[in-house]
């Protein structure tokens, strides 16, 4: 079975600290993705990648960054941590497009709180 | 660009009736569509996928959709609701394209009673 694990399920930073988020997964994927959930929101996408040191901006990238050095690892990293960054984290990940298994596999979420 | 639209944001129904989730979506070009299902504090879980195969396409679960170019239409049904189906339902969309993701709608919540 095709994982995707996250750092954290659970985390509480205070306003103004940088947040490091972390993201593996373990079947080769090229693409990667980082969604934040609301509630009446849906998932919206902050940034992507589809190779090692690749990164592609989504809906909402402000007050975010990511990196990706390796493959099988994806970051998604909050310079300098807001309440409005309160929220579910999740991240995914996917074959290269142009093949039918463009479907994204999900970690379990990161529920962060900002205080 | 690509877009999907979830009509109800909250369905209930009583267990052993229909489920029926509605999404529409918007592409310029021959689209994926999936569905996912979230229970609560967990991922996302595949359902469903279309990848322009057979235009009804079963899922797991019990789940099936139908794709409706004309009606640019992928609903989600099931015959009959159990207690366990209770969950949040996210339809998504891709053209399967370098330099894209699934583009997701805002989710369904369905409720079932029994």
């Known amino acids: 079975d095709v994982k995707v694990t996250q750092s954290s399920r659970y985390l509480v930073k205070r306003t103004g600290e940088k947040v490091f988020l972390e993201c593996v997964q373990d079947?080769?994927?090229?693409?990667m993705f980082w969604y934040r959930q609301d509630p009446g929101l849906g998932l919206r996408l902050i940034y992507f990648s589809y190779d090692v040191k690749m990164k592609e901006k989504g809906d909402i990238p402000e007050g975010y960054s990511v990196s990706r050095e390796k493959k099988e690892r994806f970051s998604l990293i909050l310079e300098s941590a807001s309440t409005n960054q309160t929220s579910m984290y999740l991240c995914?990940?996917?074959?290269?497009?142009?093949?039918?298994?463009?479907?994204?596999?999900f970690g379990q979420g990161t529920r962060l709180t900002v205080v | 660009a690509q877009s999907v639209t979830q009509l109800g944001s909250h369905v209930s129904v009583s267990e052993g009736a229909l489920v029926l989730l509605r999404c529409n979506y918007s592409?310029?070009?021959?689209?994926?569509l999936f569905w996912y299902v979230q229970y609560p504090n967990q991922g996302l879980q595949l359902l469903l996928k279309?990848?322009?195969?057979?235009?009804l396409v079963k899922g797991i679960n019990g789940f099936e959709a139908e794709f409706k170019k004309s009606e640019t239409s992928f609903h989600l049904t099931k015959p009959s609701a159990h207690m366990s189906d209770a969950a949040e339902y996210f339809c998504a969309v891709s053209d399967g394209q370098a330099g894209t993701a699934l583009i997701f709608g805002k989710g369904t919540t369905l409720s079932v009673s029994s």
């Open positions: 279309y990848t322009s195969a057979a235009t």
């Open positions: 079947m080769d994927h090229e693409n």
């Open positions: 995914a990940s996917s074959f290269a497009r142009g093949t039918a298994n463009t479907e994204a596999f």
């Open positions: 592409s310029s070009v021959p689209p994926y």
